[in-house]
């Protein structure tokens, strides 16, 4: 059952503030409600926005304590909080100005005789050009040399590009899921805030997440790739298994071929190196193989994970085998921290 819907408890829900059957009501209502995830997902944002912003300007100070160096932590929640309400203040600014303007042309710099890129129009550099493109009022694209795209929605509640070939870096500061890059092999929704994807001859292409979080959707199946990880797509076969880019050389190396290769003992092979070779942070990468492999190779992954980052006491072996789906949910909750 849906029950009310949840938006006003969220930020309480965020901080820790909501008593263990409310907590569980908002998580129960987060599945299920669409709009409520919206909004929980621009909360989020805020949020991540606020912690980056406040690592950076929150000073520690260090005292002299009888000769003793102590080291006093300024109050980062309240930076945290001054700088979540100015991100929340700014959001709602944006979201008003894009629905009063229609947006019908982007400003684009860096192309000669093109300063202006408008729905169903076509933006391409040469081998020795790159340009500068004003994504609406929402964030900044530079389009690398030898790259095409075509701009195919600008609209307050979507700005869509399809990226032919080539690279480009996208920079937001919209609520998430406002700019959307389709290439030929998935769709790379922003969540915010900054990514480099690039599309080859061959339709595959590279996700490489700097700031913030990208959802890479085919089919609806959305794998999510946060900072400092990576995510290839295949033509016709849509994303691989995200990747942290500090995983060693053995390890990416593995999980491509494992990703491109059917059942068989290679692939049992591959899983074994992935498996040897995998560190905390590499979880990431064995929570996304769970429902691509098969129930023996799940077994496996679950033996490693468990060591990585153990799950709560009601999950078991066969039941994240099974695919048993509160289960799956429970060691989410404790996977899932490498990626918010
Ligand atoms: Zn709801």
Known sequence: MLGKHVTHS?????????????????????????????????????LRLASMLSLSTAPDIVIEDNGARVLLQSKPWRWVFAVSFLAAVAIVIVVL??????????????????DRLRPGEVLQTDASTSAQVKIANIGQLRVDPNTQI???????DEHRIALDRGKVEATTWSPP???????????AVDLGCKYTLEVEEDGSSLLHVTLGLVALDRGGRETIVPAGAFCRTRSGAGPGTPFFEDSS????????????????????????????ESHIRDALSLWHLLPRLDAQSRALIFDRLAQLLPPPPEVTRDGIVAMDPKMMEAWKKIVSQLWQ
């Open 10 to 46: 969220l930020s309480a829900y965020h901080h820790g503030e909501l008593p263990a059957d409310e907590r569980t009501r908002v998580e129960q209502h987060l599945q299920a409600c669409g709009a409520c995830r919206t909004a929980d997902e621009r909360i989020r944002f805020g």
């Open 97 to 114: 100005r894009m629905n009063v303007a229609p947006l019908p042309a982007w400003e684009v710099s860096g192309v000669s005789g093109k």
């Open 150 to 156: 075509r701009l195919l929605v600008t609209r307050s």
């Open 177 to 187: 899921r406002l700019f959307i890059v389709d290439t030929p092999s998935a769709r």
């Open 249 to 276: 050389v053995e390890f990416q190396e593995a999980l491509a071929r494992l990703d491109s290769l059917n059942e068989g003992l290679d692939r049992t092979r591959q899983l074994e190196i992935v498996l040897r």
